[in-house]
């Protein structure tokens, strides 16, 4: 009895955990996507702080990293991916990068000259499109990241400055992607990448893997200055 009551209360838990798991989702994951795709409306007017000032009246305001409610953020903003969408979001860790800067105004250069607008707006609310002729001296949204983010990262030689250590290629399924018939010749298989990746076949051809060359002091009957390879006289096309 004791052993059936222990075997089923033990298959009620398993199974109830098996529909928390299905159902649980991180709330922070669902913010940080819905929040990556928004377009907040563009601030004209800002207030012209100098650097120090702009520190001090953050500090008179008691801003503080109370005031970091979201550990991250999603980049992934339409007004870039309208134009050009290569990569898939950037992960942006805001809570540790606010503790490790411990200034805010680090970041948060400018605020909004309306008094009533939060202190720490969004970048996006104003760098938005990159050439925008009305407002000549703000960068567009992309280089407003690049530069700030790599900026920092090279000057205190701490965090990615390398396009990989921020971004994941969107690298479709080649399941999809390539055609072949059954038993495809290597030839075929060469044709069908080239199909897409024509300039990477460019790149390829000004490599040392197809213009190696060097001296070939063993061939008989030559000396040293024989140089042979496919920059030269080799015709094998491996
Ligand atoms: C320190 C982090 C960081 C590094 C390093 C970095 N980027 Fe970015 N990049 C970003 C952020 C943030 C965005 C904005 C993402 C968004 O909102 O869509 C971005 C956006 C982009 C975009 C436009 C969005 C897209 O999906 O096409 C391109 C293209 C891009 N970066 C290329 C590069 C290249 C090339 C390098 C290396 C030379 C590089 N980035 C290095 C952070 C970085
Ligand atoms: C290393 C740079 C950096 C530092 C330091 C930093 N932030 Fe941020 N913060 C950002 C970025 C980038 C965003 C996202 C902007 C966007 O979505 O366009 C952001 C967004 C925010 C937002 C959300 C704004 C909104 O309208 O949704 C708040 C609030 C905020 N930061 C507060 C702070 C506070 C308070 C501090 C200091 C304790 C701080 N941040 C330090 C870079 C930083
Ligand atoms: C309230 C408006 C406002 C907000 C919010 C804002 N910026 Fe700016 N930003 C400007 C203006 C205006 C300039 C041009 C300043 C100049 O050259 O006189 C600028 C210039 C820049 C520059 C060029 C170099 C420099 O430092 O002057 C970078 C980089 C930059 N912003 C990044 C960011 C990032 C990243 C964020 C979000 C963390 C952000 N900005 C938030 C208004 C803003
Ligand atoms: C004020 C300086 C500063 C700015 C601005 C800054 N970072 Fe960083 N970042 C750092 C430092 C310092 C580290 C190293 C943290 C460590 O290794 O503990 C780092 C680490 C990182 C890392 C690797 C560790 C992690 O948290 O995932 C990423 C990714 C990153 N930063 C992205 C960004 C992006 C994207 C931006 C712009 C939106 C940005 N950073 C702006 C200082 C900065
Ligand atoms: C219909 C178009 C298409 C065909 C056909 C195709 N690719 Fe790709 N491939 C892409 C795209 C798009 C990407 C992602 C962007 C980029 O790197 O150019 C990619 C990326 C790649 C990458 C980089 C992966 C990474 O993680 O960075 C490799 C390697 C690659 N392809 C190999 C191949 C090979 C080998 C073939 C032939 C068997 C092939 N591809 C055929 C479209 C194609």
């Not at 680090?106 to 720490?120: G, I, M, Q, V």
């Not at 055609?179 to 024509?198: M, Y």
Request: charged share 25%; hydrophobic share 30%; net charge neutral.
């Amino acid at each position: 009895m004791i052993k059936k009551i222990v075997f089923f209360s033990s298959l009620v838990l398993l199974t109830s955990g098996l529909c928390r798991a299905e159902v649980w989702k991180a709330p922070d994951q669902e913010r940080a996507k819905e929040r990556s795709k928004q377009v907040v409306p563009f601030i004209k007017e800002y207030k012209d702080d100098h650097k120090i000032a702009r520190k001090m009246s953050l500090m008179d305001a008691g801003i503080s990293l109370n005031d970091v409610q979201d550990v991250y953020f999603l980049m992934d903003s339409p007004i870039i991916k309208d134009r050009e969408d290569h990569y898939g979001p950037v992960r942006f860790s805001h809570k540790r990068h606010a503790n490790l800067a411990k200034d805010c105004s680090k970041c948060h250069h400018f605020r909004p000259k309306d008094e009533a607008a939060l202190e720490t707006t969004r970048c996006s609310a104003c760098h938005q499109d990159a050439f925008n002729p009305e407002y000549p001296e703000r960068i567009g949204l992309k280089a407003a990241y690049h530069q700030q983010c790599i900026q920092c990262h090279q000057e205190q030689a701490k965090g990615p400055v390398d396009c990989k250590g921020c971004h994941l290629q969107n690298v479709p399924d080649h399941k999809q992607l390539v055609q072949l018939p059954d038993n495809p010749d290597p030839f075929q298989v060469t044709a069908e990448c080239l199909r897409c990746h024509d300039a990477q076949a460019e790149d390829m051809l000004t490599t040392a893997h197809w213009l190696w060359k060097g001296p070939s002091p063993y061939t008989t009957g030559h000396g040293k200055e024989v140089m042979h390879g496919k920059g030269t006289t080799a015709l094998n096309n491996y």
